[in-house]
């Protein structure tokens, strides 16, 4: 997993943190933030700027199974929406204050990325944030500010909006046995008594019937 200063695997039993490494951009003011495994077991996760002068001081890494930590390019404000597609050959990545969703070639079997191009901007005030893709591939993707979560078909085109209770939608995925309901995070960070007021369920997890199913997430093979 992804704590705030470095990448460990942690053994949530025992509560124990065997750290695989704490990469040197990782100084006062980053922080790692969103995460995810890949088809064939790697681990990735990008870290963002909270403050200080490293306005786009953020960089994107991945985890192989022998524990190998690969940094894959910088120059990123706020990691963000990562996320495959069911075949694996291609990865999804947004830079949230951008408003920017890109999407890059994977090069297997080493695991590196190609060529990328823009897959969806999103609307003013609306940053892309946690995403996952479904069966038919298309991307989920939460809008924060935006208050709804977006359906994005492969071609980038938006087939669907949903809209959800609060503006600060966080991240998505589907659960349940059939993988068929999706589930949604929220966030009240920054919201005062007074938008908490227009805004009670901001916080909550929302879980909605799609008519979709979702992927099953695969797990990190060392």
Not at 149 to 164: A, E, K
Request: hydrophobic letters at 35%; one cysteine or more; proline letters at 6%.
């Amino acid at each position: 997993m992804a704590f705030a200063a470095g990448l460990a695997m942690y053994d949530p039993y025992q509560k124990t943190v065997d750290w695989i490494a704490r990469p040197e951009e990782v100084v006062p003011g980053i922080r790692f933030n969103d995460g995810r495994v890949d088809r064939l077991g790697r681990f990735w996760s990008g870290t963002m700027v909270e403050s200080g002068s490293h306005a786009t001081g953020g960089c994107l890494y991945s985890v192989s199974g022998n524990r190998e930590v690969r940094s894959h390019f910088s120059g990123v404000a706020i990691s963000n929406g990562l996320c495959l597609s069911p075949d694996g050959a291609l990865l999804y990545f947004a830079d949230s204050p951008t408003r920017t969703i890109r999407v890059f070639e994977m090069i297997e079997p080493d695991g590196s990325l190609g060529k990328s191009k823009v897959f969806a901007r999103t609307a003013d005030g609306s940053a892309p944030d946690g995403a996952t893709i479904d069966v038919d591939g298309c991307m989920w993707s939460a809008h924060w500010g935006g208050g709804c979560v977006v359906r994005y078909t492969p071609d980038g085109r938006i087939d669907r909006t949903l809209q959800v209770p609060t503006r600060q939608p966080s991240c998505v995925c589907f659960a349940g046995p059939d993988l068929d309901v999706l589930c949604v995070t929220s966030a009240c960070e920054g919201l005062d008594a007074e938008a908490m007021r227009r805004e009670p369920h901001a916080g909550d997890v929302f879980f909605y019937r799609t008519g979709v199913q979702g992927l099953r997430e695969p797990e990190y093979r060392s």
